[in-house]
């Protein structure tokens, strides 16, 4: 200390300087790689800021799949895990299906809908946090993961620890459910124009979310995963108590021991 200013470690400060940038992890390429896109949150805070704009999953509805997972007595256990779980709807229904349920989004606003309708509907207790999924290190500990809409909404390198953090959050057996826009919805046409994951790099852009084959998926999912369920997601009607639209897949897949 000189008086009362702290010396400046220029040592450090120039290492630090030089190490920008440098890559020398596998760590250091994925930073390289995000870097290249806008940042999730940009987009996701203003879009849920207005709960009135006409989004199909803005509505407090579970997703059909998801009942009926619950109703035919696929999943088993007590405790679950929602990843990007927006304004909560699955969350919440799982909870009142008796699970316990750790539920994380990086949206603010987000979260904090999903617990003002916690509190609104009969004291849910649901563990609402806005988290990214990739501040996430959970050990073996919930039957159930959720995922619906968030992994169609990563870049394909994020799959790698997000796919890895799901099967060590699984207790032996559990279950990862997940649905994810299918070929031909919306953005991306029919399957042979699905991009490729070099694509999204070429164009950085994922076109509004990826669209996965079903082969793909089975790719991706199928070393760690047994496949229970794979179906597209039924269209409900508007006045369904489910949610259902019939451009995303539905899948369940059950933790394989490695
Ligand atoms: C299509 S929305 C679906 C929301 C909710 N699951 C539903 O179906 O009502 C995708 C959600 O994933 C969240 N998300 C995207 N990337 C995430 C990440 N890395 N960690 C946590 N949440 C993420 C977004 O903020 C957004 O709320």
Redesign the pocket.
Known sequence: MIGNVEPIDIFNLRGAMVMEKTIKSVQDVFEMLDAEFRS?EQF?EPFYADRSRPIP?FSNKPDENLVEYVTSNLLSGDKALE?????G??ALYLAKQGYRVDA????ET?IAWAKERAAAEAQLEVHFEC????ELNPAAQYNVVYD???LH??LPHQRIPYIDMIHRALVPEGMFAMTCFAPGYGGQGGPESVMNDWQVYEEKSMRGGLAYTEEKLRYILGDRFECVRFRAMQAMEPDDWRFGVPFLWTTLWKKREM
């Open positions: 999730p996701w999953f990843l990007g779980c927006g304004p709807r699955n994380y989004d990086l949206s987000a988290k990214s999924a990739f619906s809409g968030c909404h990563l």
